[in-house]
């Protein structure tokens, strides 16, 4: 036991000498959670340009409905700023309006007599997904407009019914999968800049010819591995309640349980990386990106369950793909993951599966240098 | 000019000392387009509902199948599945089922949700009201409100050429900024720094043998993402000489600014971490997911400050043959971007390895 403390008191000792491995973990989480706070965090309308060229009351109707149906997000689906014609369209071809929607004179008339109303959209579609978006939220302002105006009701009213009676917000989602980024990052540049650096003067070398078992040498490194791992994703915890207010509360021992069983599995890869690699640099930045790439793709961006058979094969090689759900049940809204068995065991799978590997393979070519 | 071509060549030779870094500078943010493209954006959404046993259910499916662009993709898939299945299914596996049931006398679809995010839900919302407001349109007949569409484009563009057309200045920034930086930290590192110190030529010609060849590296990585872009999409752009001429000064930014952080740190690891935080955060703020313009606000604002975002408008041209932004501001800001970072590459150079000893 003596010898794990020594061990364990020296990677501290050079972590403290070069705590540079520190920011590995945050940065990429870090701009990942700006960048997304400032994209989605804010109102998420679509601006348009309304012009009312209406003779009649209902280009009116149609204007303050336009303003006033709701989206999901608690905003409404549209702000329609009061622009003069020629300036809403520069801002239209500029860009920094969506759309122009122009009410025809005859607008009222053709309502009252049934004669086709119709209205003018038009919209950018440069992109498909907002090109969409222009599409399906028009239809939201026909349909509460008829109700506005008093058509004879639909064929087939619309009712939805919620599991949670709050909604759950985009970017604290987001903000969650980030902090499984930051603990994977965090884990694994420690284990791979310090053994990199042992690698490099040659401590390994020594390693290698200890007469006792490798175990000894590899344990205190997993272990502050996963302790910084853990540090940096509460750190990012923080962020996350500093910004939205979701903290797990009483589940914060699930949520390190889960994060650090998951951080087991890239800590692993980190070590076996650190003995193995010879540029360093090369090394860091796949880490970076390949965290950066495990989190789009792995359900950094939607709920995973539900979305399961869109999740690409290569995610579900990821631990962070089983364990990013329990950890926004349990962060956000202080629940109990319906899953916690399964997941719990496929995250102890994925870590013990690489520990042991990472060990055994990190081992042999210790043993092999000695 | 065979001194200079001399330096080219060693600067060349330097990177089989540091192939994986290239290897991974150049291929990786191509790997990472060719990953996340796929999972991104989704135009069809899957949706279940149950079996239809009454006509108007039966019409409810079929309007399901119509909502979508007229050009360009359908936007629901409906999966049918019995009450029994449905039943059967636990709320995780899908994110929202649809029933027509009768409440209150009248016959109405309630579509009962997963717990998904607001995103899904609005997704998932418009669509369903889509397809009821067909059926709406229909019974009211000559008395339902039109929506002419009037499309900025042609056809609807996959989000994935917007994608990967804003990835070209991050992958040609990232490959310069980490080579640069990687490399005259390592100068530092190596000592290979005292052999320029020493050498009887102007620094002028070595910075400028660095650069022409991160320039080069960087159109490289470019190349190899345009070449993805185009396989995954078929979308090319109009001109590939205006896609590097775009491209050259954002080019020349990063391997300026990563000459100027390997020459500050004098060591990879944080020149590493800086051109980092460089790249990433110039491509995420410089327009990777949007046209800046759309976001506005704070996010606009500090777009400017980037490289990526005068670039992104810059080439959206080539792939889209309509201009947005204001191009003579998008030049003359990446020209100062050029210029700029170039001479301050040039004195810092001066300052680090000619005024040291």
């Known amino acids: ?370 | 000019m065979p001194r200079f071509l001399l330096l080219l060549l060693n600067e060349f030779k330097l990177a089989r000392t540091a192939l994986p870094i290239h290897l991974v500078a150049i291929l990786q943010p191509t790997l990472m387009y060719l990953l996340m493209s796929p999972s991104l954006v989704q135009a069809t959404f899957d949706m279940h509902v149950i079996q239809p046993t009454t006509d108007k259910e039966r019409a409810l499916v079929a309007a399901m199948r119509e909502v979508g662009s007229p050009i360009g993709l359908p936007y629901i898939n409906p999966i049918v599945v019995s009450p029994e299945e449905a039943a059967q299914m636990e709320s995780s596996t899908f994110r929202q089922i649809v029933a027509v049931e009768s409440r209150d006398g009248v016959p109405t679809a309630v579509q009962r949700f997963s717990l998904i995010d607001s995103n899904q839900v609005k997704n998932l919302r418009n669509r369903l009201t889509a397809a009821a407001l067909r059926l709406w349109n229909e019974e009211l007949g000559d008395a339902a409100v039109t929506i002419e569409e009037h499309p900025w484009l042609p056809v609807d563009v996959p989000y994935t050429v917007y994608f990967g057309m804003a990835m070209l200045p991050m992958t040609t920034f990232l490959a310069a900024v980490f080579i640069g930086g990687i490399l005259t930290a390592q100068d530092f590192e190596f000592r290979t720094i005292a052999e320029f110190r020493l050498a009887p030529i102007a620094p002028v010609w070595v910075l400028g043998a660095r650069l022409t060849r991160l320039v080069l590296s960087a159109f490289l990585s470019a190349g190899v993402l345009l070449l993805a872009q185009g396989w995954r999409t078929g979308f090319w752009p109009g001109s590939f000489w205006r896609v590097g001429l775009v491209l050259l000064p954002v080019a020349i930014t990063a391997s300026s600014l990563g000459i100027i952080i390997g020459l500050l740190f004098r060591r990879s690891i944080p020149s590493l971490l800086t051109g980092l935080i460089a790249g990433m955060g110039s491509w995420i703020l410089g327009g990777a997911f949007g046209l800046t313009a759309g976001f506005g606000g704070l996010y606009e604002k500090l777009s400017r400050l980037t490289p990526n975002a005068h670039a992104v408008e810059m080439l959206f041209s080539c792939y889209y043959g309509a201009q947005v932004g204001d191009p003579p501001s998008s030049i003359l800001a990446l020209a100062l971007f050029s210029v700029g970072l170039l001479t301050l590459a040039f004195f810092t150079y001066r300052w680090r390895v000619l005024r040291q000893e």
């Not at chain 1, 053709?110 to 978006?133: C, T, V």
């Not at chain 1, 222009?134 to 019914?161: C, D, M, N, Q």
């Not at chain 1, 006792?212 to 309640?241: D, H, I, N, Q, R």
Request: aromatic share 14%; hydrophobic share 50%.
């Open chain 1, 1 to 370: 036991m003596k010898r794990f403390w020594i061990l364990l008191s020296t990677e501290v000792k050079a972590l403290v000498r070069d705590p540079i491995s520190v920011l590995g973990g945050f940065i990429a989480p870090g701009i990942l959670m700006v960048a997304f706070g400032l994209l989605f965090g804010g109102r998420l309308t679509f601006k348009i340009a309304v012009f009312n060229h209406d003779s009649g009351p209902w280009g009116d109707v149609l204007r303050q409905t336009i303003g006033e149906v709701m989206s999901p997000f608690g905003t409404p689906y549209y702000d329609v700023p009061d622009l003069p014609e020629d300036e809403a369209w520069d801002a239209y071809y500029a860009h920094t309006i969506d759309g122009v929607w122009v009410i025809p004179p005859d607008f009222s008339a053709r309502l009252e007599s049934e004669q086709n109303p119709n209205i003018e959209m038009h919209f950018s579609n440069y992109n498909d997904d907002r090109a969409k978006n222009h599409r399906i939220y028009s239809t939201e302002i026909v349909w509460r407009f008829y109700e506005k105006i008093g058509r004879p009701g639909p064929p087939l009213a619309l009712a939805e019914e919620y599991p949670r009676p709050e909604m759950i917000h985009w970017f604290p989602l987001i903000a969650v999968g980030l902090v499984l980024l930051g603990v994977s990052l965090g884990g694994m540049f420690n284990i791979f800049l310090l053994t990199y650096k042992e690698h490099l003067a040659r401590i390994t070398l020594e390693y290698g010819l200890a007469p006792c078992s490798l175990a000894w040498v590899l344990l205190p490194k997993v272990l502050l591995a996963l302790f910084m791992g853990l540090v940096t994703g509460t750190a990012l915890l923080l962020v996350v309640y500093l910004w939205v207010g979701a903290w797990p509360g009483r589940f914060l021992w699930a949520v390190w349980l889960l994060s650090g069983l998951m951080a087991l599995f890239w800590v692993s890869v980190g070590l076996v990386l650190g003995v193995r690699t010879r540029h360093y640099m090369a090394g860091a930045i796949s880490g970076v990106f390949g965290g950066v790439i495990v989190f789009f793709i792995g359900g950094g961006l939607a709920p995973v369950r539900q979305n399961w058979a869109e999740v690409i094969w290569p995610a579900r090689l990821f631990p962070n793909t089983y364990a990013v759900d329990p950890m926004r049940d349990l962060v956000l809204f202080q629940a109990w993951p319906v899953d916690w068995t399964p997941t719990f065991l496929t995250l102890t799978g994925f870590a013990l599966v690489s520990l042991v590997g990472g060990m055994v393979l990190t081992a042999r070519q210790l043993r092999r240098l000695g």
